[in-house]
């Protein structure tokens, strides 16, 4: 098992961790199924999803959904979550959204190898990508399933249902990634161009977050969340350019404007989805009575972070760069 070790070939903590990590979601798949939860997952008519954008279903705001960690697949051991007459639906479903987490997870190693001064974190990358593509292959196999193999029917569903063309679109993106995500695609493609082409992960991960946003129905809960945790990782990324990654008050500044950010895209998405004034969406943020919004799970992880990093970096500061003399 090579891939679990460093290049000196000891094992790595970080990858094994990582492999193991992104194992358990299939493994409590898997669990549930041996249970006899998914018993006639794969009879009955197919089902296409969610009607995107302007469909059916989409006349209620959702703002009383459940909150984080709420039913479905995504819930804890003793939940026992409904998952209603087409069980393999929800597992397209949990599949695909763990796909997405992934991403993040991914995009989230190069910040934290910097914020909290863990070098060897960069090394779990790769099996955090690659898996990431992994579980969309899955995803989109168990779509097929579900539609009874017609491929036919999987080509004219992609080409005419917007969701599905995007999710498509990000797919062959995230395979493309994975299929050059070993030593020898470097040494063929060149560092430049392999760094380039490695930069797709970017909007890859944005038309999966807008996949996602766009199969539910009622309550976008998880993808605001998802995209405000994105909209922090690409914040990042830009003050880390101008050399405030680690820097504080940056680190603050980045998380309320992310929280903000969140809410307005909650507001916004909820606009053009259902028609629901956008102050109603924004006071909801500002109700606790009920459920916490993304908005402010985002702006509090921020923060939680600013202040994890600058306990860290006191402790553990970041090596200082020598610069040449003259």
């Given at each position: 098992?090579?891939?679990?070790?460093?290049?000196?070939?000891?094992?790595?903590?970080?990858?094994?961790?990582?492999?193991?990590?992104?194992?358990?979601?299939?493994?409590?798949?898997?669990?549930?199924?041996?249970?006899?939860?998914?018993?006639?997952?794969?009879?009955?008519?197919?089902?296409?999803?969610?009607?995107?954008?302007?469909?059916p279903g989409l006349g209620a705001p959702g703002l009383g959904g459940p909150g984080l960690g709420g039913g479905g697949l995504g819930a804890g051991p003793g939940d026992g979550p409904a998952l209603g007459a087409r069980p393999i639906v929800e597992v397209i479903?949990?599949?695909?959204?763990?796909?997405?987490?992934?991403?993040?997870?991914?995009?989230?190693?190069?910040?934290?190898?910097?914020?909290?001064?863990?070098?060897?974190?960069?090394?779990?990358?790769?099996?955090?990508?690659?898996?990431?593509?992994?579980?969309?292959?899955?995803?989109?196999?168990?779509?097929?399933?579900?539609?009874?193999?017609?491929?036919?029917?999987?080509?004219?569903?992609?080409?005419?249902?917007?969701?599905?063309?995007?999710?498509?679109?990000?797919?062959?993106?995230?395979?493309?990634?994975?299929?050059?995500?070993?030593?020898?695609?470097?040494?063929?493609?060149?560092?430049?161009?392999?760094?380039?082409?490695?930069?797709?992960?970017?909007?890859?991960?944005?038309?999966?977050?807008?996949?996602?946003?766009?199969?539910?129905?009622?309550?976008?809960?998880?993808?605001?969340?998802?995209?405000?945790?994105?909209?922090?990782?690409?914040?990042?990324?830009?003050?880390?350019?101008?050399?405030?990654?680690?820097?504080?008050?940056?680190?603050?500044?980045?998380?309320?404007?992310?929280?903000?950010?969140?809410?307005?895209?909650?507001?916004?998405?909820y606009l053009v989805a259902t028609g629901v004034d956008p102050k109603l969406v924004l006071e909801a943020n500002l109700a606790f009575d009920y459920s916490i919004r993304p908005g402010w799970w985002v702006a509090g992880l921020g923060l939680a972070i600013a202040?994890?990093?600058?306990?860290?970096?006191?402790?553990?500061?970041?090596?200082?760069?020598?610069?040449?003399?003259?």
């Open positions: 098992m090579s891939f679990l070790r460093e290049r000196s070939g000891k094992w790595s903590p970080e990858k094994i961790i990582a492999f193991i990590g992104v194992l358990l979601p299939l493994g409590w798949l898997l669990w549930r199924a041996l249970s006899g939860e998914f018993a006639g997952a794969f009879s009955g008519p197919p089902n296409l999803g969610g009607p995107g954008l302007g469909g479903r949990y599949i695909g959204e763990w796909s997405i987490r992934l991403l993040l997870v991914t995009l989230a190693v190069t910040p934290a190898r910097r914020l909290i001064n863990w070098p060897k974190l960069l090394a779990a990358r790769r099996t955090l990508g690659v898996a990431a593509m992994s579980y969309v292959l899955i995803h989109f196999g168990l779509f097929i399933v579900d539609l009874n193999g017609d491929l036919a029917m999987v080509t004219r569903e992609i080409v005419l249902r917007i969701y599905l063309t995007i999710g498509f679109v990000a797919l062959i993106g995230l395979v493309a990634l994975g299929s050059t995500s070993w030593d020898g695609a470097v040494q063929r493609l060149g560092t430049e161009r392999w760094n380039y082409l490695h930069m797709l992960v970017y909007p890859i991960t944005a038309l999966g977050i807008l996949h996602f946003f766009m199969q539910q129905k009622l309550d976008v809960t998880e993808p605001t969340l998802m995209a405000g945790l994105f909209f922090w990782l690409m914040g990042w990324r830009i003050a880390q350019r101008f050399g405030r990654g680690t820097d504080s008050l940056a680190l603050v500044v980045l998380a309320l404007a992310s929280g903000v950010l969140t809410a307005l895209i909650e507001a916004g998405w202040l994890a990093s600058w306990l860290t970096l006191r402790v553990r500061p970041l090596p200082v760069r020598r610069t040449a003399r003259a």
